[in-house]
């Protein structure tokens, strides 16, 4: 079981910049594989960016944040973070962080992901 809780949202202006944090509960953590999400109003929750469980260059990006948007993760302190830079109103959305138990290959479904943390709002304004 893996309890995921997400911080750092917030209100920034176009072309700011951004750094979600996802902190873990539980002693699997650094054997998860481990996704970031989004859902804008009206819209179906979407892929941002994913990373494997070991980490370094192992990561998966949308097209519309490519570039623009890092994934990294700290095993030791059982956290993901999201460096979201260049922001634009459309990516302005519920953030959310989700952990992948199986973890064979970095999964861009929802359905790929077990456990999924409250979310977390981020706004930008044009």
């Known amino acids: 079981q893996v309890q995921l809780v997400e911080s750092g949202g917030g209100l920034v202006q176009a072309g700011g910049s951004l750094r979600l944090s996802c902190a873990a509960s539980?002693?699997?953590?650094?054997?998860?594989?481990m996704g970031w999400f989004r859902q804008a109003p009206g819209k179906e929750r979407e892929f941002v960016a994913g990373?494997?469980?070991?980490?370094?260059?192992?990561?998966r990006y949308a097209d519309s944040v490519k570039g623009r948007f890092t994934i990294s993760r700290d095993n030791a302190k059982n956290t993901v973070y999201l460096q979201m830079n260049s922001l634009k109103p459309e990516d302005t959305a519920v953030y959310y962080c989700?952990?992948?138990?199986?973890?064979?290959?970095?999964?861009?479904?929802?359905?790929?992901?077990?456990?999924w943390g409250q979310g977390t709002q981020v706004t930008v304004s044009s």
């Open positions: 990373i494997r469980w070991s980490g370094g260059g192992n990561t």
């Open positions: 989700a952990a992948d138990s199986r973890a064979y290959w970095i999964g861009i479904a929802r359905a790929s992901y077990d456990y």
């Open positions: 539980g002693r699997s953590f650094s054997n998860y594989n």
